[in-house]
């Protein structure tokens, strides 16, 4: 079983910067790629960025390139999300989602099917 906890959420001004964390515990053998998911009320969940853990190779979502940082410290069991200008349209609740089977390599970021292990959520809320 793998645990995952995001943290790191808040509210900022557009074109503030925030720092998300997912730090994942339990069977971490098996989060070979972890991702970023976010979603607001009444749309789909969104793929925002994914790494993976073994390697260097990154992800992302078109509407964040260029502003977000996907990063891991892999001795800590953490993920970072490092996210610059942020705009209104960033505002969602975010999830750290984790899969066992190194998706990612062949289908880059995905959807949330591709991923067996969800955390709860960390809020971010960016005003205009």
């Known amino acids: 079983q793998v645990r995952l906890q995001e943290s790191g959420g808040g509210s900022v001004p557009a074109g503030g910067a925030l720092r998300l964390s997912c730090a994942a515990s339990?069977?971490?053998?098996?989060?070979?790629?972890i991702a970023w998911f976010r979603q607001v009320p009444g749309k789909e969940r969104e793929g925002v960025a994914a790494?993976?853990?073994?390697?260097?190779?990154?992800y992302y979502a078109d509407s964040v390139k260029g502003r977000f940082t996907i990063s891991r410290d892999n001795a800590k069991n953490t993920v970072y999300l490092e996210m610059n200008i942020l705009k209104p349209e960033d505002t969602a609740m975010y999830y750290c989602?984790?899969?066992?089977?190194?998706?990612?390599?062949?289908?880059?970021?995905?959807?949330?099917?591709?991923?067996?292990?969800w955390g709860q959520g960390t809020q971010v809320t960016v005003s205009s």
């Open positions: 989602a984790a899969d066992s089977r190194r998706r990612c390599l062949d289908y880059g970021l995905g959807g949330p099917s591709q991923y067996g292990y």
């Open positions: 790494i993976y853990t073994a390697g260097v190779s990154t």
């Open positions: 339990g069977f971490t053998q098996n989060t070979n790629c």
